[in-house]
């Protein structure tokens, strides 16, 4: 069985409350070690740090300010995350980003809370975890700027195209690949086989984005193992190699080791 880790899981979401126990058993069953979460924004802390307690260097998390939670109140969320961050450690910043599907008007506020929490993932010597819809040509320039300041990124849930994913590994960063990859018409079936392994991660997004054969339906962890498979067949692998070599990606870039339980 091969040995993943989902880097990119909202766990603490209220769609599991009534059998997180049981999806949590189905994840280590299919050779789940590390589920990692990202925060979204203030609200989101409470729930995501309680599964941590319950299950120790399993559920792993992240701190941040999601780009739709970003509004009037992006300094006083943006000192939130700070304030945290002196308090303890997280395994990355995040889930940060820019998005301009839901609103364009927040722009300015989500650049002003991307580079402030780029600031402090270089400052925190941490990745970010980053989100991306209908902003790649506003993301690219930022990303360009903090490679050359030691900025180790995520991209999750990576929907460019084939050059934008090429530029991104080039600079050092990593790809998440989740439930679009086994989309039929996703358009990563025929780019992913250009990105360099070493450059790519897999993640769930559960409870969003639950891959072919579970589109529609709630995604979970163990639902991973079909974007594995998908991986694996268009790379022309085994499932087994592209758990060993997604997982050694992960160690690097999130430095496992140090939150084993």
Known sequence: MA???DTHCHIYSSRFSDDLSTVIERARSQGITKILMPNIDKDSIDPMLSLERDYPGFCIPMM????C??????????????????????IAVGEIGLDLYWDKTTLKDQLLALEHQFELAI????????????????LIGP????????????????TGSESYGKECIDM??????????????GGLKEIVKGFDLDHLLLETDSPYLAPVPYRGKRNEPAFITEVAAELAKQKEIGIEEV???TTENADRVFKLASWNS
């Open 3 to 5: 040995k993943i880790v």
């Open 64 to 67: 941040g300010l999601h780009p």
């Open 69 to 90: 939670s970003v509004g009037n109140t992006v300094r006083e969320q943006l000192r939130v995350i700070d304030r945290w961050f002196s308090d303890r450690e997280f």
């Open 123 to 138: 400052s925190s010597d941490l990745p970010v975890v980053i989100h991306c819809r209908e902003a790649f040509e506003e």
């Open 143 to 158: 990303l360009r700027k903090y490679s050359k300041k030691g900025l180790k990124a995520v991209l999750h849930c990576f």
């Open 172 to 185: 050092g960063y990593y790809l998440g690949m989740g439930g679009v990859l086994t989309f039929k018409n």
């Open 243 to 245: 758990g060993k070599r």
